[in-house]
């Protein structure tokens, strides 16, 4: 079983920035992400992380602005958010995966945090 427990969110104005912060406890995983959700929208990959060699993908809807990583030592996972948009207001989950192959789809992670808001206004 893999543990997750995101912080960090809040309310920013447009332009502005925030961490956001995931601890993981349990088994190890191969790979791990970042998700959002809007109220009428599907949840939406953001980042997604390979734990070993710490290669990262983003959609382009964030590429630039987002930057995952992951401290292993810490087993903290991390997410920049610069530049910050309305559109980027969300809930933000934390996920992970016990298998390497893994793409930006949801159903590729059956670990989830329980998510943090993030607001940003114009």
């Known amino acids: 079983q893999v543990q997750l427990v995101e912080s960090g969110g809040g309310s920013v104005q447009a332009g502005g920035s925030l961490r956001l912060t995931c601890a993981t406890s349990?088994?190890?995983?191969?790979?791990m992400a970042w998700f959002r959700q809007a109220p009428g929208k599907e949840r939406e990959g953001v980042a997604r992380?390979?734990?070993?060699?710490?290669?990262?993908d983003y959609p382009d809807s964030v590429k630039g602005r987002f930057t995952i990583s992951l401290d292993n030592n810490k087993n903290t996972l991390y997410l920049q958010m610069n530049n910050l948009k309305p559109e980027d207001t969300a809930m933000y989950y934390c996920?992970?995966?016990?298998?390497?192959?893994?793409?930006?789809?949801?159903?590729?992670?059956?670990?989830w945090g329980q998510g943090t808001q993030v607001t940003v206004s114009s």
């Open positions: 349990g088994y190890s995983s191969d790979c």
């Open positions: 996920a992970a995966s016990r298998r390497r192959m893994c793409t930006l789809q949801s159903t590729d992670f059956p670990y």
């Open positions: 992380i390979w734990t070993d060699n710490h290669s990262s």
